[in-house]
């Protein structure tokens, strides 16, 4: 069963399809089935008695569904974690600065503290996807220096300023 990072937050209930043959015949039957919060991938949800019939008129086995993580378009998942890649400008990485990210229950601001360097891992504590016992676990903010692929005049007379003016030497 594909789950949503928001069922895996908050719990669900869905109707599930399932398509069986029996004596020939296909059958397509209705399960509701019950998201804990705190799924994680490949785990197994039990539906009692929503398997097959049992050889020789025996009871019905259980349904077994596999859980599957749907792909979010902000975040990676990493056990409890979610992972969240922020671009910065140079100036932001340099400076520092206050950036809005993204979190399952909304935005949040976090400083990005000055000296910040490409890769550099920040922790939001809290503001991941919970676990079985419900403790949440955190977002995790990569940071990424974005470099503007075309400058003005005026910046690019900055930049050569900056370059003329700096005693930073990357590769020393």
Known sequence: ?????EEVLRGSVRSVNVRTEHE?????????????AGVVEGQRLRLA???????????????????RLARHPDFEVSDHNLIYEADLAPWE?????????????????????????AGQKLRVR??????????????IVITRIAVPERVSEGERKL???LAAESEFKPRE
Do not use: C, F, H
Request: glycine share 20%.
């Open 1 to 5: 069963i594909m789950v949503t990072l």
């Open 24 to 36: 020939g015949e296909e059958q397509t039957k209705t399960y509701q089935v019950k998201i804990p």
């Open 49 to 67: 008695g929503r398997g097959e019939a049992g050889a020789g008129g025996g009871a019905a086995g259980d349904l077994y569904l596999r859980v």
């Open 93 to 117: 990485a340099v400076l520092g600065a206050n950036l809005s990210v993204p979190t399952l229950g909304g935005r949040v601001n976090i400083k990005i503290p000055a000296g910040t360097q």
């Open 126 to 139: 809290g503001r991941g996807l919970p676990d079985r016992n419900g403790a949440p676990g955190d977002l």
């Open 159 to 161: 930049w050569e300023r």
